[in-house]
């Protein structure tokens, strides 16, 4: 846990769940990991942490759902759906 990432680990030679999910995504490699709504399939260390450096929040008026960096105290975002400013007070 060297970066402090928070996770839950799923076994899809155990858990019929997370391999039916991953038959429904069309996702046929392992490792994969779901972040908010990407999908990285192999061990893309860097991929992941940019992901993981973000959190998701949802538009108020589209309720798409926004990536934003959560080391910022302020942010105004732009829903990239329907254009809406999304504004994140992080203090």
């Not at 030679?13 to 069309?26: I, P, Q, T």
């Given at each position: ?21 991953m038959?429904r995504?069309?996702i046929?490699?392992?490792?994969a ?27 108020q ?23 809406s ?7």
């Amino acid at each position: 846990m060297q970066n402090r990432i928070h996770y839950i680990e799923k076994d899809i030679n155990y858990d019929h769940e997370a391999r039916s999910e991953m038959a429904r995504k069309n996702i046929s490699g392992v490792p994969a990991f779901f972040i908010g709504e990407d999908i990285v399939v192999g061990l893309d260390k860097e991929k992941i942490l940019k992901l993981v450096d973000h959190r998701v929040v949802e538009c108020q008026v589209c309720h798409t759902k926004v990536r934003v960096p959560i080391n910022k105290a302020n942010i105004i975002a732009k829903c990239p759906k329907c254009k809406s400013k999304i504004e994140i007070n992080h203090r």
